[in-house]
């Protein structure tokens, strides 16, 4: 499977799988062109991390800050990178916008952030993570609830394919569900839940 479609057809089976249905302007998808703007922002990588006290000097060599400006959320990536977009349909027949960001390691890791626009309380984490397993002919290794930046949230480690293995954690806001994660062959293991941990961590929520 190619690697970075792999981070934007892992979101659209994840809404598929998980929806619970979304009433009103909840399940309007969110015009980001609206203003004229590109809707998404590439920060220097010798600015501060924005949302976060952590200075530039302590990313590692490469890493940059990566805005998406409609939710807000900041993130670092191995390089720069301008977001994948897609749609679902949600059970009422309207559209959800999916966005995905993600770059390939020089050690041939895929790393990356998606976003969903819709409702946390929408959305069913463990069918999304159940729809991704189905969908990648996976088998689940651990998956653990857990609290991020104060929000629900399960983290998963999953070996899928030949000798692949995707570690990613699905995060419920008020406003939207997220995911961040990485993925490369099980071989580089160590490599990959390093670089998932780099970028977990950088997260900042608005």
């Excluded at 991390?49 to 409609?70: H, M, Y």
């Excluded at 580089?188 to 390093?194: K, Q």
């Excluded at 670089?195 to 961590?201: A, I, K, M, P, R």
Aim: with cysteine; net charge negative; hydrophobic share 35%.
């Amino acid at each position: 499977m190619p690697r970075q479609p792999l981070l934007i057809s892992i979101a659209v089976v994840m809404f598929a799988s998980a929806a619970c249905g979304v009433d009103g302007p909840a399940a309007e998808p969110t015009d980001i062109n609206e203003s004229g703007a590109s809707g998404d922002e590439i920060i220097d990588p010798e600015t501060l991390n924005e949302g976060s006290d952590e200075p530039a000097a302590d990313r590692p060599a490469g890493w940059v800050t990566v805005t998406d400006e409609p939710s807000g959320a900041t993130f670092l990536l191995p390089d720069p990178t301008e977001p994948l977009k897609d749609t679902a349909v949600t059970e009422d027949g309207g559209e959800v916008e999916l966005r995905n960001y993600a770059v390939t390691t020089d050690d041939g890791i895929e790393v990356g952030f998606n976003i969903i626009e819709t409702p946390g309380d929408s959305y069913d984490l463990e069918a999304g993570i159940a729809g991704v397993a189905n969908t990648l002919g996976g088998e689940i290794l651990s998956s653990e609830d857990t609290d991020l930046l104060g929000h629900h949230a399960v983290d998963v480690e999953m070996s899928y394919g030949d000798d692949m293995f995707v570690v990613f954690t699905l995060i419920s806001t008020e406003d939207y569900v997220m995911q961040t994660l990485a993925s490369g062959p099980e071989s580089e293991r160590p490599a990959i839940e390093a670089t998932f941990e780099q970028l977990t961590e950088s997260l900042e929520v608005r």
